[in-house]
């Protein structure tokens, strides 16, 4: 079998927080060698964020770091001393790739920006994933994911008919910015093998978001400024469309009862008259309030009341084998628990469990694709902070044991 797509190929790694380390993770799953840096001074905020391996707290036991930093090696560095800059400066050298998700500016001010970096290594590839990207008023900015979510337009087009704009339930914007990062980097690897030559990615992350709900800035404006109205889990071209309720799940987790639901998208008359002799309403299927996707629009509510009436009294998975048998679109509406139990995903391998040096063996969702010729995917856990300062520095940057003793006298090392 070949080598993994990126190997050979090394990322200094100065993100943080979640979307910049889910495009290094990105990057990692396809074979680079990702050297995270963080300081003991200022950790990254996800080293401090629930889940908690066994409910203890620590820097190197949050299931969320240990999530979307695998296959990283992290060096600790101390980034506020001038030795410890001149440190990571010659990281980035030995890099191919350098990644950040600060504001901008922030790079150019600790000495490691993409004018200064390429002086002495023209091939370097750098992006900065800022939340405003380097130019216009915004670009000072600070960002956060759950705040560019409202700011792409997403949370106008979230909501029910009548009722206000709604959050998505997560951070949208930083996985979506983390994947379209590792995209770029992979196209400035290619213009570079092509050409031999580096350069610079500005990324929004802002942008990014704005970019995958285009559908509402292009109803705005081919509608005559209208605003796109909110409609829940409806649709405009199926019906009945939506997540409707069933019974609880049978367990109760940690002592609480867990609500359920199915999800049920009917795409057409022929589908629907399939709906309605699997719920025993067969006559429905002709039924002129019902037998076209016209009438089903100007009938929704009555139609969504009839459906949840059978669906309630039946167990979400009763439900979606029904549907399923019958030719309908429907599913359950996963829970953590089902993911995780779910014979396909860990029949694939999706699941992923390495030993962590602090926390044993945990289980971690992997990369959702699968290479026939190359391997990529996860070979090792996310690291405990500092774990590889000493290989990093010996290996790759080439100081020696007194030199690295020395510095870490000086505290250039944390």
Not at 26 to 34: R, T
Not at 104 to 116: H, I, K, Q, T
Not at 211 to 225: D, N
């Amino acid at each position: 079998m070949a080598a993994p797509p990126l190997a050979g190929i090394r990322v200094a790694d100065f993100t943080w927080v979640w979307a910049g380390p889910y495009c290094t993770l990105q990057l990692g799953y396809m074979g680079a060698e990702v050297i995270r840096v963080e300081t003991r001074t200022r950790l990254c905020v996800t080293r401090h964020m629930t889940p908690m391996a066994d409910g203890k707290a620590g820097p190197n036991r949050s299931g969320y770091f240990n999530q979307y930093n695998q296959n990283k090696k992290s060096i600790s560095i101390n980034l506020r001393s001038a030795e410890g800059r001149a440190v990571a400066k010659r990281l980035a050298l030995a890099s191919d790739v350098v990644t950040n998700n600060f504001a901008a500016g922030v790079m150019d001010r600790l000495g490691l920006g993409y004018e200064e970096l390429r002086k002495s290594k023209p091939d370097i590839i750098m992006i900065t994933m800022s939340g405003f990207g380097e130019t216009g008023p915004l670009r000072e900015y600070v960002a956060y994911g759950p705040a560019q979510v409202p700011l792409s337009g997403l949370s106008a087009l979230t909501g029910y008919k009548g009722g206000p704009p709604l959050h998505v339930g997560f951070s949208y914007g930083d996985p979506n910015g983390g994947v379209h990062g590792a995209f770029a980097v992979l196209a400035a690897l290619y213009h570079r093998a092509r050409t031999g030559e580096g350069q610079y990615i500005d990324l929004s992350q802002w942008e990014t978001s704005v970019a995958m709900v285009a559908e509402g800035v292009l109803e705005y404006q081919m509608m005559g400024e209208q605003e796109p109205e909110r409609m829940g889990n409806r649709d405009h071209w199926n019906a009945p469309h939506g997540v409707f309720r069933t019974k609880d799940m049978a367990e109760k987790v940690a002592g609480r009862s867990i609500d359920m639901w199915v999800s049920i998208a009917v795409a057409s008359d022929d589908q629907f008259r399939r709906l309605a002799a699997a719920i025993g309403r067969p006559g429905m299927g002709s039924d002129p309030r019902y037998a076209t996707f016209a009438a089903r629009k100007q009938n929704e509510d009555e139609l969504e009341a009839i459906i949840t009436d059978w669906t309630s009294t039946r167990y979400a998975r009763e439900v979606e084998e029904i549907l399923q048998d019958a030719g309908v679109p429907a599913a359950i509406v996963s829970t953590n628990k089902d993911l995780f139990e779910d014979p396909h995903l860990n029949h694939r391998g999706f699941f992923v469990e390495l030993e962590h040096p602090e926390v044993g063996v945990r289980k971690h969702t992997g990369p959702p694709w699968r290479m026939d010729r190359t391997p990529n995917g996860v070979q090792r856990a996310a690291p405990v902070l500092g774990q590889d300062t000493d290989d990093v520095m010996t290996r790759v940057l080439g100081y020696t044991a007194e030199e690295l003793a020395k510095l870490r006298e000086a505290g250039a090392l944390n």
